[in-house]
């Protein structure tokens, strides 16, 4: 074998080594974001099966905001919906809807003594606002893995790779923006 043949044979072996960790990294990224969107979905799972009983706990007391409580239940509809048709882009609006709605209820509670002591809803209230916050990580790792796989598809030379076997990109999953507003809670007792 000649010289240019072993260099030859070298490069190709070499690029096909390459060629190989990329692709096994690309899969792993993939897995990542399959993995932390399950990690979501059994939280988001979870608290769905928790907020009919806060809604029903509320109900209780006749006087406490219907339209509130109307609100919530829609919003979470929506959230399972999108859950199950594993729609990012409509779980980030949905999730925004609920989770205003939600920050509402425990915000007009404030005016309900009698509810406020109420045993079963600070043991809910308790529980959502932990599920919520361990949503919220989970959000972040899910949007850090999109966020590496996203880049790596479009690095040089992984994407070349990424294209022959098709990596797409995913979206992130991010909540509407009046999630990110606070809670106007002069109009909430204003009413």
Not at 123 to 133: G, K, M, V
Request: proline share 2%; glycine share 4%.
């Amino acid at each position: 074998m000649s010289i240019s043949a072993a260099i030859a044979f070298g490069i190709l072996v070499v690029s096909l080594l390459y060629a190989v960790v990329a692709y096994n990294g690309l899969v792993q990224l993939k897995h990542n974001i399959a993995k932390a969107w399950a990690n979501i979905d059994v939280l988001l799972k979870q608290r769905h099966d928790e907020l009919p009983k806060l809604v029903e706990v509320c109900k209780q007391y006749k006087q406490f905001e219907q339209a509130t409580l109307q609100r919530v239940t829609e919003a979470r509809a929506r959230v399972a919906s999108a859950r199950e048709q594993q729609d990012v882009t409509a779980l980030g609006k949905a999730e925004g809807m609920l989770r205003m709605g939600l920050g509402q209820i425990f915000a007009v509670a404030e005016a309900y003594p009698e509810l406020k002591t109420n045993e079963h809803f600070m043991q809910l209230q308790t529980r959502i606002t932990a599920l919520e916050n361990s949503i919220a990580d989970r959000r972040e790792w899910y949007n850090e893995s999109v966020n590496l796989h996203n880049v790596r598809i479009e690095q040089f030379p992984d994407l070349f790779i990424a294209r022959v076997f098709q990596f797409a990109a995913k979206p992130l999953l991010e909540f509407a923006s009046a999630e990110k507003t606070d809670i106007d809670l002069k109009a909430l007792f204003s009413v």
